[in-house]
């Protein structure tokens, strides 16, 4: 088949992999002037790594990833630990592959040198997608006025996706009420007081903070989610230390020692998409944020994204087989977990956020239980899919 994908990021380069892995010839269109290597960092759970080891991206990728020997969870008023939990060996073992960190524009880098080594796949940049043709071949409709044909379109544009107008033009992203900061700053500016080698969140009244390092050790991560009203719909919104600062009065001196170190700070809109059913019409499917965006408080947009790439590209093994039936087992096989992922997530802002009596509980819950327990809800998601 040759087939058309809308957007270069993590759904979109992945997917073109994985279908060039079973002989498909595939086109991406990607809107920006270049491969869009901005954003933040990113937790890669085991379920991503298995995927980017059959992709045969990881190899490029271990390198400038992380390993954070644990998750530290701390009350960000008091300063006190709340939790930890281990993510060395114990944890590579039960859940069969490591935990690792990256910033997303590594891993957008060795997604694309693993696509360019590959003969079969071609990236045009500059080509916002503005809507489909259906027929036999399917056509793709360009700002420029070209149309692409093909037997397939993925739609890997993202959570405000052109094509899921076409699809679902009833699911739109709603607004979750809180602003995210994203900062880095070089690592060696990490507080003394606090560890190299942990995911940090740091749970305050109305908001949390996650810090990491990333890109091989060299850079300092920090993502601060706050109850805060916004509507940006970009993901480089630019905002000042103040705006982080005065959002989180009264917070433990490590951590307002470490929400000072980004010299800038860029801002985005919490949104996900309520999970919907259609995800596929006239031979167009949707892949990654435009399928399902969730928020990111289980830290697995990028691990869906990579999942739905490996899962569509098994559905439609060589293409001898009928498209419909190969769609409707893909959107079978995706469509609950994506969903469990958005709405736990949604539910995690709620326990993050808590306040008074609530946020006492919980922490008193989070000191009780043993850092394996906690990592036991997580194991559906993580596990090998016949552990699951
Ligand atoms: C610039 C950027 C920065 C991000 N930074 C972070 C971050 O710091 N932390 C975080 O948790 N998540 C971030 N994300 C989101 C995260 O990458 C996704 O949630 C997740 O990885 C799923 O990826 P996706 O490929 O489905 O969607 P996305 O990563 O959103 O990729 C969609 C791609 O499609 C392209 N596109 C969109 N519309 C069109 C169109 N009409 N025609 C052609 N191309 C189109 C976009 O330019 C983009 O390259 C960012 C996304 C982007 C685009």
Redesign the pocket.
């Known amino acids: 088949m040759h087939i058309s994908i809308?957007?270069?990021?993590?759904?979109?380069l992945a997917s073109a992999i994985a279908v060039s892995q079973n002989g498909h010839s595939v086109t991406v269109?990607?809107?920006?002037a270049r491969l869009?290597t901005?954003?933040?960092?990113?937790q890669l759970g085991p379920n991503a790594i298995r995927v980017l080891e059959g992709l045969g991206v990881w190899n490029t990728l271990e390198a400038e990833c992380c390993s954070p020997a644990r998750i530290r969870i701390c009350d960000a008023i008091s300063g006190r630990q709340l939790s930890e939990l281990e993510l060395g060996d114990s944890f590579t073992r039960r859940f069969g592959s490591p935990y690792r960190v990256a910033h997303?524009a590594d891993l957008i880098e060795a997604l694309a040198q693993t696509a360019s080594r590959n003969t079969d796949i071609t990236i045009v940049n500059d080509?916002?997608?503005?809507g489909l043709q259906p027929g036999e071949p399917t056509g793709l409709k360009t700002l420029s006025g070209e149309i692409h044909l093909s037997d397939l379109v993925i739609a890997?544009?993202?959570?405000?996706?052109?094509l899921r107008t076409h699809i679902a033009p009833d699911s739109k992203p709603r607004l979750s009420g809180e602003t995210l900061y994203?900062g880095l700053a070089p690592a060696g500016d990490l507080p003394g007081a606090l560890d190299r080698d942990a995911v940090y969140l740091w749970l305050a009244p109305g908001a949390h903070v996650v810090h990491y390092l990333v890109s091989g050790g060299r850079q300092l991560n920090i993502v601060a989610s706050i109850e805060q009203p916004a509507n940006q719909t970009g993901?480089?919104n630019i905002a000042g230390r103040d705006d982080v600062l005065g959002a989180l009065p009264g917070v433990t001196s490590a951590l307002r020692d470490l929400l000072s170190t980004p010299a800038s700070w860029l801002a985005w809109a919490g949104a996900d998409l309520e999970p919907f059913t259609e995800w596929s019409r006239d031979n167009c499917v949707l892949?990654?944020?435009?399928a399902h965006?969730s928020l990111?408080y289980l830290a697995q947009?990028?691990a869906m994204?990579l999942e739905d790439a490996a899962c569509l590209a098994a559905c439609l093994g060589d293409g001898s087989g009928k498209l419909t039936p190969a769609l409707a087992r893909y959107e079978k096989l995706r469509q609950s977990r994506t969903a469990r992922i958005v709405e736990e997530s949604r539910r995690n802002a709620g326990i993050y956020h808590m306040r008074g009596p609530k946020a006492q509980a919980r922490n008193m819950a989070l000191r009780l239980l043993p850092g394996s327990l906690q990592l036991q809800r997580l194991a559906w998601i993580y596990s090998p899919p016949e552990d699951q």
Do not use: M
């Not at 809308?6 to 979109?12: F, L």
């Not at 892949?287 to 435009?290: H, I, Q």
């Open positions: 809308a957007g270069a990021g993590i759904a979109g269109f990607e809107q920006a869009e901005v954003g933040a960092g990113l997303r080509r916002r997608i503005t890997a544009d993202g959570i405000r996706s052109e994203r993901w480089n892949v990654g944020d435009a965006a990111p947009g990028a994204a």
